[in-house]
């Protein structure tokens, strides 16, 4: 704080003040302290405990064993990325289909009635489908019709499986997101004659989305994980690969293998949407912004 | 042309069964400015709302430039592009900086040329004190600020008629001022206006024409000298003593 120019004297800090600042460092570098220490404490205590328990060798042997690690890992690297990639391609679509149902359960034109009742009837229905149910009738039960011009890539059903199941889910954030602007931002577009469709794509939209954001991205990070549920129909993503590779020993460090490379990249986006949130609060408090 | 510009015929509005408006005949000219009081829930809003086509009125007709804007084959879009419209919570779009919440209407509903819309918002802001404003966004404006900016933007799609529904009553005592500056300019522009306020002394100084409104009833029209001065009803005079006690507090 800078004291404004021409308003009363420059501001010299009181002796009050100081000592009042130098007591709350103090107590800062304490509490400081205290929390680094009682951390290490627990940490010792608690891998104490685990390491010389009577079953940890056995532990160790089953879920942390190095050689097998290095043995999987590569290929687990390598079926990730067909992981990454389904989601990649799946992510873009979820966002299309999702806007597209959110904006079709709002027509409120006659003529457009069967679009909403569609789109009402697919949010209901797929959102109440369990993923790796719906993973199965797609990628077991389409090819079985044997129609032309379905594909036959098990990493494409089950992308188009994951579509269907995230799109009736980020449908629904989407229409809370239009829904949660207020009524008086569209009276004020149409009171300047704007059309509905215009007042939706100028003025309803912009804000509805940028609010979903945050929820958008805790759908995506959920979407990353789901990916593997692909791997009952059999392409060799990641968890198909390290569940070859722990079949061959019995040994079940290549899960673990996988679930690193999983929250490795589950982690960014989760703190990504944190850095969102705290962003988002900070511009709705007063002076906030930029 | 020389009819009124706005007329009103006995139009009738009821929410839930309970009537808000019960007949409302108003006429207004072309430069005149008719200034609606009377207490919270008498229907001064709901008035504004029915012209503005925001609501459907249940009876009556309300006609602009002799077009009946209720027939239901009318297009509100097209009647609202004639009627500017200023709310009591300013409702600027706050994604949006200043400037382009005034030139979203000029170029999106009237297809003026970007530039050239631009341009005319710049000069509104300048006549009314708001030149360093146009890449502000709303939340970083006073709310005397933002009223202003409101009222720009329903001037800038060139209204022939301008309704303001309580545009002071979120302000602060401060700032209330500088939005009643902006609208004694536009009356002195020669703006149609229709205001509902609560600001007695605004009302007596900028209106032509004072109408009072009780329980969704037009109960009296008259000069704002002859209203406030010698009111011929007993519940307007009621109404008018309230309100002066209410300010001496």
């Known amino acids: 704080m800078t004291a404004q120019a021409g308003g009363g004297a420059a501001w010299v800090k009181s002796e009050r003040q100081l000592d009042r600042e130098r007591r709350r460092r103090r107590a800062g570098v304490r509490s400081g302290s205290v929390a680094a220490a009682s951390t290490v404490l627990c940490v010792a205590v608690v891998v104490a405990v685990v390491v010389t328990s009577p079953g940890w060798p056995r532990v160790h042997e089953t879920f942390f064993n190095w050689g097998e690690f290095t043995g999987a890992f590569p290929d687990v690297l390598r079926g990730f990325w067909l992981n990454v990639r389904i989601f990649l391609i799946a992510e873009p679509v979820i966002l299309v289909l999702g806007l597209l149902v959110a904006l079709a359960r709002g027509l409120r034109n006659p003529l457009f009635f069967p679009l909403r009742a569609l789109a009402v009837a697919y949010t209901d229905v797929f959102r109440g489908i369990p993923t790796i149910l719906l993973v199965y009738l797609v990628g077991f039960g389409l090819p079985a019709l044997r129609l032309q011009g379905i594909p036959d890539s098990p990493a494409v059903l089950g992308g188009f499986a994951l579509v269907l199941s995230y799109g009736a889910y980020v449908a ?92 490795a990249l589950t982690v960014p986006m989760a703190r990504f949407t944190d850095h969102l949130a705290v962003r988002a609060e900070r511009r709705r408090a007063p002076g906030g912004g930029t | 042309m020389s009819g009124p510009l706005l007329r009103v015929e006995g139009v009738w509005k009821t929410y839930h069964a309970h009537p808000v408006l019960r007949g409302v005949d108003l006429d207004v000219a072309p430069h005149e400015v008719v200034c609606l009081i009377g207490a919270s829930g008498s229907g001064k809003s709901t008035l504004l709302r029915c012209v503005n086509v925001l609501e459907t009125v249940d009876d009556g007709a309300i006609l602009l430039e002799g077009d009946d804007i209720t027939d239901p084959d009318a297009d509100p879009d097209a009647v609202r592009k004639r009627i500017g419209m200023v709310f009591q919570s300013y409702n600027l779009f706050p994604h949006m900086s200043v400037l382009d919440n005034i030139t979203l209407a000029p170029v999106r509903v009237h297809k003026r040329p970007k530039a050239e819309a631009a341009e005319e918002a710049r000069e509104l802001l300048k006549r009314f004190g708001l030149a360093d404003k146009a890449g502000e966004y709303p939340d970083r404006l006073s709310g005397g600020q933002q009223q202003r900016v409101a009222i720009i933007r329903a001037m800038a799609t060139r209204p022939s008629l301008l309704l303001l529904d309580e545009v002071t009553s979120a302000l602060d005592p401060e700032l209330v001022t500088e939005v009643m500056g902006i609208i004694r300019e536009l009356k002195e522009s020669g703006m149609t206006m229709v205001l509902a306020t609560h600001e007695m002394g605004f009302a007596r100084d900028i209106a032509d024409t004072v109408c009072f409104l009780s329980d969704g009833v037009l109960l009296e029209r008259g000069p704002a000298e002859q209203i406030f001065e010698d009111p011929a009803e007993p519940r307007t005079r009621e109404f008018l003593r309230r309100v002066l006690e209410s300010r001496r507090l």
């Open chain 1, 172 to 263: 629904e954030v989407f229409r809370a997101g239009i829904d949660s602007i207020h009524p008086s931002q569209r009276a004020a577009a149409r009171s300047l004659g704007l059309s509905k469709t215009q007042s939706l794509r100028f003025v309803v939209l912009p804000q509805a989305v940028r609010r979903v954001v945050p929820p958008l991205l805790n759908d995506f990070a959920s979407l990353q994980k789901d990916t593997a549920l692909v791997a009952v129909l059999g392409p060799l993503e990641a968890l198909r690969q390290a569940q070859i590779h722990s079949a061959a020993n019995f040994n079940y460090t290549p899960y673990l293998a996988t679930a690193v490379l999983f929250v």
